[in-house]
């Protein structure tokens, strides 16, 4: 049972993977700097459906608006989010300010404005996986310390997820996290949020909270943050991706080696890179199930929030570096060697 996070004297791996598989199939770089514009229906589709939902439940009973939004608005909450995603690292449209709109109107129907402002933190998360200053996706130590391992905690912060990820970003001091478009995300949000209350009432606003909450946590699609980094099958393993049906519906955001080794590559391509380099992803652990995730994670005791590799390590990548393509970050950057501790 850990009672702290992993220590790694190496760089994170992903970078020296790039390198590697470009060198053996340089038919890859192709696909690098691909746009899908086509992401586009698949907002229209969900911010639809999760409107039309918010009003059909406008006037029903609690737990008829609980149950709507787990077993269904859950599921298109995610996706907006996969969304979100897409858009932080501008593979929508050519134009960064046409991803940010997209970004933005993605986020409407999971009424807190949280769109740009994970692109700002996500995009580190890339360039610093496991440097906790830097790293919104690991956990604080006073979380890691609070939930413990066991099954209450764990659901509880799982139930509290967004909250939890909010207060993280208090941690990150070295980053400029307030800009014009953050502000435009909380203003259009805001006006959003206003026109649901005056014309659906305050329980639609309700439902579409709870879909954001029951998206990234308490729900079996909560397993995704589990899959991504935590240490569940080899200890020395710091990504994982999950090969499952949920795929299908979460525009492929299970093939997360793929998508950190190649962050550049829409999600419709990432399939390709797995097909083209089987020898790079046939050797690592993979997840099929989120169902069996999300309950192992919650009794498992030897699975904590402890169960993270951290480093202190940057190597030479700044943060300007965020904006290179993956071709020219791995041509760039000298790779530190290490070893995890």
Known sequence: ??????????????????????????ELKKLIGQKNPN??????????LMTGMAWLVRDQSWWVIIAAAWFIGAFPAHTLFVCIH???HNLIFRKPTANMWAAIFANLPTILPTALSFKNFHIKHHAFQGVHELDADLPDWYEAKLINNYAIGKALWLLFFPIFQAIRTLRMYEL??????VLANILVQLV??????????????????LCLFFSVGLHPLGARWIQEH???????????????????VNLNVGF???????????????????????????????????????FRFLFDQEISLYSRIVRKERGRVTVADQSK?????????????GSVA
């Open 192 to 209: 959003f949020d206003t026109l649901i209350v005056v014309l659906f009432g305050w329980k639609a606003l309700a439902f579409m909270l």
């Open 176 to 181: 400029a996290v307030i800009d014009k478009w």
């Open 256 to 294: 997360h080696n793929e998508h950190h080794d190649f962050p550049s590559i829409p999600w419709n391509r990432l399939p390709e890179i797995k097909k083209s380099a089987p020898e790079y992803y046939d050797t690592l652990k993979f997840h099929t199930s989120y169902v069996r995730l999300f």
């Open 325 to 337: 393509p993956d071709l020219e970050l791995v041509q760039s950057q000298a790779i530190p060697t």
């Open 86 to 88: 897409e858009a932080a």
């Open 230 to 248: 935590y240490l569940t099958l080899d200890p020395e393993q710091e990504t994982y991706s999950y090969y499952g049906g949920l795929n299908s």
């Open 1 to 26: 049972m850990l009672t702290d996070f992993v220590r790694s004297n190496a760089s994170e791996p992903h970078r020296i993977r790039t390198r590697q598989i470009l060198k053996s199939h340089p």
């Open 39 to 48: 992401t586009i229906w698949v907002i229209l589709a969900c911010v639809s």
